[in-house]
């Protein structure tokens, strides 16, 4: 393959059943469903093949380019930044050098997804230009959860592959059999006219958040176990919503979700989550959801057109940055 190849991902931001989504948390709870929409703010990789051995690594987000004189010098490089770049090269084992440059639009810890994304945008890449293509999305997300897992050290969930992978509203089941998706458009929802989405500017640590949940799950905490099944109810309730159209409840299952998510590790929130929270109810929002695990990143807003004005005017002054994103489509 001679021509360079451009990938873009959305992102996401999870509705309901986040954390449900870690292997075998769902388990513990008899299984559970997860809802989530890709947005577009997007990572981005470009490949672009050489004749040579040599290979060029560059991270916009990270400020980093550098070149190697084969795969080996590539993969033997002891800079920890490369680590993510290196494990991607390690499972495919290109036999060609290339140029590979890589970028995100999601703040850094913003609890949308970006390493997710960059990981399924990277995966995209290197299935077409070593010409092994997956065969199903599932294939994909279990290659791509299994890598980050390795990089991360920590357990990892699988949500957030799917809509990076596909975009659009993504209902995901768990259960024995392994993992269900359903992929829905957001167009002519109330998801794209009442979404606002609003950074803390604080970043969030997810797998520290949710390596906690798993040992208090594993330990079999009460209060775990019992967070954890009033998020599954809610995601069930928050999924039959959206089948039916029954948006005014919403707001409702978002609080309640809040709530409940807070009692499953008050590290959840945090003083400038809640800060926004009281803001942007006070401005006429009707309910605000955490973005991943919480603890600062984004913060779902979810308003009647009519306040957003209201409510971006009162968060930027606070000092919160409201970001210019939308759901997307299926791609």
Same mark, same amino acid.
């Given at each position: 393959?001679? +021509?360079?190849?451009? /990938? ?21 709870? @008899? !299984? ?46 002891? *800079? ?6 290196? =494990? ?38 290197? #299935? ?13 997300? +279990? ?23 596909? !975009?659009?509203?993504? %209902?995901?089941?768990?259960?024995? @059999?392994? %993992? ?8 002519? =929802?109330? /998801? ?7 950074? =803390? ?20 905490? +009460? ?12 995601? %069930? ?7 039916? !159209? ?8 978002? &609080? &309640? ?32 959801? /955490? ?32 970001? *210019? #994103? ?6």
């Amino acid at each position: 393959m001679s +021509q360079k190849i451009h /990938i873009q991902s959305p992102t996401r931001v999870d509705l309901a059943g986040g954390t449900l989504d870690l292997w075998p948390l769902f388990l513990f709870i @008899n !299984g559970a469903s997860t809802i989530n929409v890709a947005i577009d703010v997007y990572t981005r990789v470009e490949l672009t093949p050489r004749s040579d051995s040599r290979i060029v690594l560059e991270s916009l987000d990270l400020n980093i380019r550098k070149e190697y004189e084969n795969l080996m010098d590539a993969l033997l490089d002891g *800079d920890p930044r490369m680590i993510l770049l290196q =494990t991607q090269l390690r499972y495919w084992m290109p036999l060609r050098g290339f140029e590979l440059k890589t970028s995100s639009d999601s703040p850094v810890g913003g609890g949308l997804g970006g390493s997710s994304s960059l990981t399924i945008s990277l995966m995209k890449a290197f #299935a077409r230009y070593c010409e092994k293509p997956f065969s199903d999305v599932h294939q994909m997300v +279990q290659v791509a959860h299994n890598i980050e897992a390795e990089i991360l050290n920590t357990p990892t969930g699988t949500q957030d592959y799917y809509p990076a992978a596909s !975009g659009g509203l993504n %209902i995901l089941h768990y259960d024995y @059999n392994g %993992i269900q998706q359903e992929v829905l458009n957001v167009s002519s =929802t109330p /998801i794209a006219e009442k979404f606002m989405l609003i950074y =803390t500017g604080k970043a969030h640590h997810s797998g520290l958040n949710n390596f906690e949940v798993m040992k208090d799950a594993v330990n079999k905490d +009460q209060t775990t176990l019992q967070a954890l099944r009033d998020l599954k109810a809610i995601a %069930i309730e928050t999924e039959l919503a959206v089948r039916t !159209g029954r948006w005014n409840e919403i707001g409702s299952l978002f &609080r &309640r979700e809040y709530e409940a998510r807070v009692r499953l590790a008050p590290e959840f929130s945090s003083p400038e989550i809640e800060r926004l929270a009281e803001l942007s109810l006070q401005n006429g929002a009707e309910a605000v959801k /955490i973005c991943g695990a919480g603890g600062g990143g984004c913060v779902l807003v979810w308003c009647p057109p009519e306040n957003k004005q209201g409510v971006a005017s009162a968060c930027q002054k606070a000092g919160f940055q409201v970001m *210019d #994103a939308k759901p997307v489509n299926p791609v």
